[in-house]
């Protein structure tokens, strides 16, 4: 079975479950997940774990930065129920701000803040996902919760669209972020394109569509060369490497003494990656194995 890591620039409409089950399908493997979750509008980077690679995950999201960056655009005047133009209008002024107003707000929502994730989100509310509680009409109640937008940048008009770019935290919505705007402008808005270009340390330079995959795979083509090491997006954590009696002695569970400040470790064999350890006192203790 094959391990590691495809960087997936998925497309708007689709579900991040779904490429991620499409990207699985190609490895022959029901193993799998993602880093991050990209709304079905949403398009951009979208990290897709295969095999081993699953066990990374957590590591991954603790050690890389948590900025995320999104390029996205906005029409001012309605608001739908899923506060992008995929959804049910509910509610429309025809307002819309001047440059001037919108350049005079973006800084008040720089840095940290409280933000109302929106009624269709995954966030867990009464251990209900928000959207499964706004499709079968239930009324919830969304707390605000922290996040930080580190840069928010007013890009120009393009017919009815507002163009912005944010770099923002975990959890911080884009949709959010355009409602958040117009109200502050007296008005209400509706996102039109949201694409993620950085996650996790995992940019779109080096990102592929899945249609350019899947023709691979139907055409006989080396799709597995786009498979990242199963130890991409660890590079930040320290490496300890073992001989061979070590290194099985390890894997089966042992404690191996070791230097260093206490903390995670990238372990090795040779040139082989064999999991994720921890220090604790002078002596590596494993946490996951590959």
Known sequence: MADGFIILDKDSGIFSRTAGGRVARMFETKK???IGTLDPMASGVLPIAIGGATKMIPFIEEVNSNKKEYFFSCQFGFETDTLDITGREITRNNIVPTVEMVKSVIPKLVGKTMQT???YSAVHVDGVRAYDAARHGKSIDIPPRPVEIFELEFLGVRNDSWDFRV???RGTYVRSIARDIA???DTLATVDMIRRTQTNGFTIKNA???DFLENLVNNGGDFKKYLEP???GLGDIPVVNLDGKAAQFYKNGGFVVTTGADGLRRVYSGDTFIGIG???DGKL???RTI
């Open 183 to 185: 109200k502050m402008c």
């Open 230 to 232: 199963i130890d991409s």
């Open 285 to 287: 203790c494993p946490k």
């Open 32 to 34: 799998f997940g993602h």
């Open 117 to 119: 994730p929106p009624i």
């Open 167 to 169: 770099l923002c935290s």
């Open 278 to 280: 921890m220090v604790i």
């Open 208 to 210: 592929v569509k899945l």
